[in-house]
């Protein structure tokens, strides 16, 4: 995925004589050529995120379209207050591409963790937060909305959906089965082994790539007994807001399949921190099977 974008953002600054590019030391050298040609639009400013975002949002306002790259929890929880004051107050619109999220980065520990970040921007009016479950779906989202003037975060992943890569909208959840007993709510990454655990199951399966703006419109149409489950690689909470007020005061049972709200003080790769956190096939299974049977 983050191949994809790289090659997006090269491709971007040579024929868009308007965009800029900004990085904070990481991905230089797959568009070394780029940095090299274009020092005036494309630049790598170091291990400064707060600076990067100011300066992305001095050129937004002066009508260029800025993209800017770093590692997930250093572009969401360092540069809060930019987020908040540069590019919400003010409705500049930024690309922020993010890597890193969630637990994308197991070697380097809780500093390189970043689960809460769907959260965080959802709690920043304005913001847009975009979650690709494959390469080809973060061209289709980035070249949907990279000159729509809001401040847009895609959260780029290291582990991408293999089976499942279908087209997406942004804004809109795609609807990849439907049911009557129970509806599904698949977040990104997850796509793939929901499908594995549903399938034959008479159950709806969205898949969601847009959080925000969230798609309650269409998950209105698939109220399914009030029964929900959201599985979603981040923290356990991050949509029960947009899911309940999809169903305007009806009662609703929403199960999750999520990381837990807590400080990740485990080693191991990602597959080991993915069981132990329970966000396996198994543990979707498990979960859809209770929500099934229950009153």
Avoid at 64 to 87: A, C, H, S
Avoid at 118 to 141: D, M, N, R, S, Y
Avoid at 159 to 182: L, R, T
Wanted: one cysteine or more; aromatic letters at 12%.
């Amino acid at each position: 995925m983050r191949r994809a974008f790289l090659a997006r953002v090269a491709d971007m600054i040579k024929n868009e004589p308007d965009t800029t590019f900004f990085t904070v030391d990481i991905g230089m050298w797959a568009i070394r050529d780029v940095l090299k040609d274009y020092p005036d639009r494309c630049t790598n400013v170091g291990i400064y995120e707060d600076a990067m975002f100011s300066i992305a949002a001095g050129m937004a306002r002066r009508g260029l379209v800025p993209t800017i790259f770093g590692i997930q929890p250093y572009l969401v929880e360092r540069t809060l207050e930019q987020i908040k004051m540069d590019l919400a107050y003010q409705k500049l619109g930024v690309n922020v591409i993010g890597t890193g999220a969630a637990v994308d980065y197991p070697k380097y520990g809780y500093s390189h963790y970043c689960a809460e970040d769907v959260h965080v921007i959802k709690a920043i009016p304005g913001c847009e937060f975009i979650a690709p479950g494959t390469a080809k779906q973060f061209i289709q989202l980035f070249n949907q909305t990279y000159r729509d003037g809001h401040p847009t975060f895609f959260r780029v992943s290291d582990h991408p959906n293999k089976e499942y890569d279908i087209d997406v909208e942004f804004g809109k959840a795609a609807v990849m089965q439907e049911g009557k007993q129970a509806t599904v709510i698949a977040v990104s990454v997850m796509l793939d082994d929901v499908m594995q655990v549903c399938k034959g199951q008479d159950v709806t399966v969205l898949y969601y790539t847009t959080l925000e703006p969230f798609d309650t419109e269409t998950l209105a149409k698939y109220y399914n007994n009030g029964k929900i489950l959201i599985v979603e690689p981040e923290f356990e909470g991050s949509l029960t807001h947009d899911v309940i007020k999809a169903f305007d005061g009806k009662p609703v049972h929403i199960e999750e399949v999520a990381f837990p709200r807590e400080i990740f003080r485990n080693y191991g790769s990602y597959d080991e921190k993915i069981a132990h956190y329970g966000l396996t096939k198994e543990d979707i299974a498990h979960k859809l099977v209770g929500l099934l049977t229950s009153n």
